[in-house]
């Protein structure tokens, strides 16, 4: 009870300040996408940034398997997590990184009771659109036979790509490009299908409330009615009178 509550203690010491190390590597993923004349040594820094935000989400999952008192079970149901720990040491590409450090953000972030399903979906709406707009522009732009040239052109393709519309005036032609656009695709359908769902719920839930208060509306009626009846059946014994039946 104690490592459990150790490690509820560490989750939310260390939500926020993970947080922020995600909001870090966006700035150092972005700069040199964005800044395509950015010099080798801020080039290097920004992959070192990207490293140590990866290490220290490495060191969050390393502390709560270790707080947690049942390892294994821990392993089992947080998964996702360590493949996307391993993931960017089998094969240290930036694009890796990116999905890795998305992913551990998304899990640590669904730990947190006070973050609401609006709050989350609007925010992977927009990390989606700025992560999959700077993974495809860093892999498209020096493409001999890409269209995507530019921070809006790749911006406007993810926005019609999760959006599943496809206009078709810009397209990835590269493989790892067009990887990118079915991960934004199945994206944009799942959170399509997370607010259908939420919506869906909202209305039966408010359904089910009008439902409860109706029954509750006629049983108090049902209850009332029987209540006069049996003071009538009082009064007429009382006065020796035949009993009238109350309609209901």
Known sequence: MEQQTAQARWEHLTQRPLLALALLFAVAYA???????????LTAVCTVVEWVVWGAFAADYVARLALSDRRKEFVRRHWLDLLAVVVPILQPLRLLRLVATLLLVGRRARMADQIRLTTYVAGAVVG????????????????????????????????????????????????????????????????????????????????????????????????????VRALRAEVAELRGAPVEKVET
């Open 31 to 41: 700069v040199p996408i964005v800044d395509d004349s950015a010099g080798h040594s």
């Open 128 to 227: 989606l659109l700025m992560f999959g707009s700077l993974a495809v522009l860093s892999v498209e732009r020096d493409a001999p036979e890409g269209n995507i040239r530019t921070l809006g052109d790749a911006l406007w393709w993810s926005f019609t790509t999760m959006t599943t519309v496809g206009y078709g005036d810009h397209a990835p032609t590269t493989g790892l490009g067009r990887m990118i656009a079915v991960g934004l695709m199945l994206s944009g359908i799942a959170l399509l299908g997370v607010v259908t769902a939420n919506i869906a719920a909202w209305f039966l839930a408010r359904f089910e409330k009008d439902d409860v208060e109706e029954r509750r509306q006629t049983e108090a009626i049902e209850a009332l009615t029987e209540e």
